[in-house]
């Protein structure tokens, strides 16, 4: 299946793609038609696999307690550091930091269940999204959400090769776990800020699924 969020991409890299499979019959140069007709094929094959959107099943244990924290990417976490979050939680925070590469499915889940309180849309630059600076200075979208447990707020971080960020959520919308709510175009990363006190369950160098693998758990002091 593919995501609503391509569909005008699918569209153009098909018409592209096709376009340049058909110069294998009329390119005179035959050596010339037979590398770019290939290159065509990648492109149409390539819009299909990045733009497909697989079903994912949220646990059940996260529907019930909305302490647990899911991971809204796919990817590598690349980064778990703490650091202080000025524009929603206004507190030194625990940030885990979520790579992607252009082969990982790109649709965003929410990690959280909750209340949109925040959001924030910076223009940014397109540093490379594993660069530590990525995460304050890229175009970047900011979601604050409270849980039954405190505030999170979560970032799609679009790279220098991903110039487009796709986000529905808005403020005042209400979210569940696992719910899709956009996509970041091509390589980039997603940053989750948690409070410090929340218990992180992976570590650097581990791979995560959107909708499905647990990242932490919020504390329950509240």
Same mark, same amino acid.
């Given at each position: 299946?593919?995501?609503?969020?391509?569909?005008?991409?699918?569209?153009?890299?098909?018409?592209?793609?096709?376009?340049?499979?058909?110069?294998?019959?009329?390119?005179?140069?035959?050596?010339?038609?037979?590398?770019?007709?290939?290159?065509?094929?990648?492109?149409?094959?390539?819009?299909?696999?990045?733009?497909?959107?697989?079903?994912?099943?949220?646990?059940?244990?996260?529907?019930?307690?909305?302490?647990?924290?899911?991971?809204?990417?796919?990817?590598?976490?690349?980064?778990?550091?703490?650091?202080?979050?000025?524009?929603?939680?206004?507190?030194?925070?625990?940030?885990?930091?979520?790579?992607?590469?252009?082969?990982?499915?790109?649709?965003?889940?929410?990690?959280?269940?909750?209340?949109?309180?925040?959001?924030?849309?910076?223009?940014?630059?397109?540093?490379?999204?594993?660069?530590?600076?990525?995460?304050?200075?890229?175009?970047?979208?900011?979601? /604050?959400?409270?849980? @039954?447990?405190?505030?999170? #707020?979560?970032?799609? *971080?679009?790279?220098? =090769?991903?110039? $487009?960020? %796709?986000?529905?959520?808005?403020?005042?919308?209400?979210?569940?776990?696992?719910?899709?709510?956009?996509?970041?175009?091509? /390589?980039?990363?997603? @940053?989750?800020?948690?409070? #410090?006190?929340?218990? *992180?369950?992976?570590? =650097?160098?581990? $791979?995560? %699924?959107?909708?499905?693998?647990?990242?932490?758990?919020?504390?329950?002091?509240?």
């Amino acid at each position: 299946m593919l995501t609503k969020y391509g569909i005008d991409n699918v569209v153009v890299m098909l018409i592209v793609g096709v376009a340049l499979i058909l110069s294998l019959w009329y390119l005179p140069q035959r050596w010339l038609s037979i590398p770019i007709a290939a290159l065509g094929l990648l492109l149409v094959l390539f819009a299909f696999w990045f733009f497909r959107d697989p079903d994912r099943t949220t646990p059940s244990e996260a529907l019930e307690d909305s302490s647990i924290v899911i991971a809204p990417a796919d990817g590598r976490v690349v980064e778990i550091i703490e650091e202080p979050e000025n524009y929603y939680m206004k507190e030194t925070v625990r940030r885990v930091s979520i790579f992607l590469s252009p082969l990982d499915v790109h649709v965003n889940r929410s990690p959280v269940s909750g209340k949109v309180e925040f959001y924030h849309y910076n223009p940014g630059k397109y540093l490379v999204a594993y660069h530590p600076k990525s995460s304050d200075e890229n175009e970047q979208s900011r979601i /604050g959400v409270m849980t @039954d447990y405190g505030k999170i #707020l979560f970032k799609q *971080i679009v790279g220098i =090769v991903a110039r $487009r960020l %796709v986000c529905e959520l808005k403020v005042g919308d209400s979210v569940k776990v696992g719910d899709k709510f956009g996509m970041m175009k091509f /390589g980039s990363r997603m @940053d989750v800020m948690l409070p #410090l006190d929340a218990a *992180i369950k992976v570590k =650097v160098g581990d $791979r995560v %699924v959107a909708g499905e693998s647990e990242i932490a758990r919020l504390s329950k002091k509240i």
